[in-house]
């Protein structure tokens, strides 16, 4: 594993963390009392949330493979969460051996768990930084050392957009970073949506409830996400029915899903 900047832990572990409830809705065990509780919370309002949350982690795995398969060999994976199954870095590695990968999140507990995981990969980091300073990522030490920005990049923000408010802006921090990627790179997004199903406002109550942020939106709003680039079949879709690799790949329909498979949308740009 590449080298760190000396970086010290401080965990606040009296309120919850996004990075910790998620971990505690797919069963894991790095949280505490406080993130068991937004997780309950969430759990109160939509029962399958935990199905959710695997659901968000397939389609990470199938957008993953996707990439790899057309041969993108490095990724930039921001709000990676913490470790669990299977992580960008198995995936891609598993189709391109050399492929690099490197993890930002601003909770620093993905660090301390990333660099255990990551004790013996040469290939992969981990690096603590904010979306919102876009530069401050593409300036880091690691990233410019891990990621050679002359060749195409898989860019991937899976499960991170419901956590801004449509004022704070993400699309432009996002654009910045994918600005500084050729063309040849994919963007890679899931988030929230509204298409006007109760419980699609319930796992928004949870997260204002639990942790202050967790909004939904139209899919429109959501294809604003990915700056113009045209998505690769099947498009933006419910992660349930979203299958990058096997676009023609037989489905069920919308309405043929389970409420709860009707939270989560993704797709993947291609910048020509
Ligand atoms: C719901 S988790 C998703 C984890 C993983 N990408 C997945 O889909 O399984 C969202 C992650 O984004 C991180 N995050 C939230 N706000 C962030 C920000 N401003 N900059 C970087 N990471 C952020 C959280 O700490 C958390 O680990």
């Known amino acids: 594993m590449a080298e760190h900047t000396a970086f010290e832990p401080d965990f606040d572990i009296s309120r919850p963390t996004i ?12 949280n505490f009392a406080p993130d068991r509780e937004g997780a309950a919370a969430y759990l109160k309002h939509v029962p399958n949330a935990g199905d959710c949350a695997k659901d968000n982690r397939a389609a990470l795995v199938k957008g993953v493979q996707y ?11 921001i709000g990676a969460g913490l ?16 492929a690099k ?21 040469d290939s992969t980091t981990v690096v603590t930084a904010d979306l919102r300073d876009p530069q401050g990522i593409l300036d880091h030490p690691e990233v410019k050392e891990m990621l ?23 699309d432009e921090w996002v654009r910045l970073i994918m600005d500084a990627c050729p063309s040849g790179s994919y963007l890679f997004i899931t988030d929230f949506v509204d298409t006007g199903e109760p419980l699609q406002k319930s796992i928004e109550q949870a ?4 942790l202050g942020n967790g909004w939904i939106r139209t899919p429109e709003r959501i294809t604003e996400h ?10 933006l879709d419910f992660l349930a029915r979203w299958f990058p690799e096997e676009p023609d790949k037989e489905v069920p329909a919308p309405e043929e899903l389970e409420p709860h498979q009707r939270i989560l949308m993704g797709g993947i740009g291609y910048k020509a």
């Open 19 to 30: 990075a910790r409830v998620y971990d505690a809705l797919l069963g894991g065990k790095d």
């Open 67 to 77: 990439m790899a398969n057309k041969g993108i060999d490095q990724f930039l994976d």
């Open 83 to 98: 470790p669990t199954m299977e992580n960008t870095h198995q995936v891609a590695q598993a189709v391109n051996p050399g």
């Open 101 to 121: 990968v490197v993890y930002v999140d601003n909770d620093p507990i993905v660090l301390a768990h990333g660099r255990a995981l990551l004790a013996t990969n």
């Open 148 to 170: 050679d920005f002359t060749r195409p990049i898989g860019l991937m923000f899976v499960g991170l957009h419901m956590h801004f408010h449509d004022n704070e802006g993400a």
């Open 207 to 210: 997260g204002l409830e639990s």
């Open 226 to 235: 990915f700056l113009g680039l045209p998505l690769v079949p099947p498009g």
